[in-house]
């Protein structure tokens, strides 16, 4: 009986996790980045911090990889050399620090990124197209993609000020994210014993999904406004803060 339980609770799980792979590789592909934020969370309930970092990032790559095959033509190659530079710089720093955060951290930081970018004054925020910007993006952002397991909306911050359009700003994320998460993996899977991905199996059945979801946010992106996508981007990110937020502080009050 507690086996049929048990096979029915990981049944179940993977079913949650392939439907999340298709619905968060959907709204990203929509809009460059929330998709990430709902995958960690419901991964972060199944595995180990390393693991669901190295997991998502395995998923995320084939993702954001195929969205950056997609939209190739609308990419800043300009801002993408930069900001691998900075984020190679922040690699190496991270990686002699050596910090894997917990469960609760995690949370806590998705949930209140949302908020304290809103809360920076408009005109303060930086543009990505200034002088030397992206690589203090490529810099900061994989930093916060290391603490918090998700970047893409502090990477945003530097596209709101700047006029490039919504296909570009998709496309040029897209391609500094797969750099991204190919980095955030190898950090992770660097610390021996830190992660354990099983099963194997599941991982092309995972990368199928992640690109059809991708594929299907097409459709929806072609008919957008540039008005539409920002204000759409904004409100789901706040929902998905609210949600991380109460999850992290349940973990830290339950010890």
Do not use: C
């Not at 980045?33 to 199944?46: C, N, R, T």
């Amino acid at each position: 009986m507690v086996a049929r339980h048990e096979l029915r609770m990981t049944l179940a799980a993977y079913a949650l996790i392939a439907v999340t792979i298709v619905v968060s590789s959907f709204i990203s592909g929509i809009f460059g980045m929330a998709g990430g934020m709902i995958l960690l969370g419901v991964l972060l309930v199944e595995y180990d911090v390393a693991t669901a970092m190295v997991l998502f990032s395995i998923i995320q790559f084939a993702a954001n990889g195929w969205r950056a095959v997609m939209w190739r033509k609308h990419v800043r190659w300009s801002i993408f050399r930069s900001y691998a530079v900075g984020s190679l710089a922040a690699f190496a720093i991270m990686r002699l620090i050596a910090f894997i955060p917990d469960k609760a951290t995690v949370y806590l930081t998705l949930g209140i990124l949302p908020f304290a970018i809103e809360l920076l004054p408009r005109d303060a925020r930086p543009n990505i197209e200034w002088r030397g910007m992206p690589f203090v993006a490529g810099l900061l952002t994989t930093v916060v993609q290391f603490l918090s397991g998700v970047g893409g909306l502090f990477l945003d911050m530097f596209f709101q000020k700047s006029m490039i359009d919504r296909k570009t700003t998709v496309a040029t994320k897209a391609v500094t994210q797969t750099f991204s998460h190919m980095l955030r993996a190898t950090y992770f899977a660097s610390f021996a014993g830190a992660a354990t991905i099983e099963p194997v199996w599941a991982i092309p059945p995972a990368l199928l999904l992640s690109i059809g979801g991708t594929s299907l946010a097409v459709l929806v992106l072609e008919r957008m406004t540039d008005h539409g996508f920002r204000r759409w981007t904004r409100i789901i990110i706040m929902a998905i803060g609210v949600v991380y937020l109460w999850r992290g502080i349940v973990l830290v009050w339950g010890g």
